[in-house]
């Protein structure tokens, strides 16, 4: 299992809870219409999401580029 920091608290994320999220933003991004090989921004502070968001632009066939803007607690 992996651990989240959210809201002063760590949050128990499993790999299928992982899975399950990642599959599910991949298909949304697709119905953007963003065409394959295309570089996305995936903006954010460093938490689960971010890297949720990365494999799901990875799995979608888009090319994340990643920009942290710093921790998730400040």
């Not at 933003?25 to 999401?49: D, H, M, Q, T």
């Not at 890297?51 to 710093?70: D, F, H, K």
């Amino acid at each position: 299992e992996k651990r989240e920091w959210k809201t002063g608290k760590f949050k128990d994320v499993s790999f299928g809870d992982v899975s399950r999220t990642t599959y599910r933003l991949a298909r949304f991004y697709r119905s953007l219409g963003v065409p394959p090989k295309s570089r996305v921004l995936v903006l954010g502070r460093n938490c689960a999401e971010i890297e949720i968001s990365y494999l799901a632009a990875t799995l979608a066939g888009m090319v994340p580029v990643v920009l942290n803007i710093g921790e998730s607690n400040w």
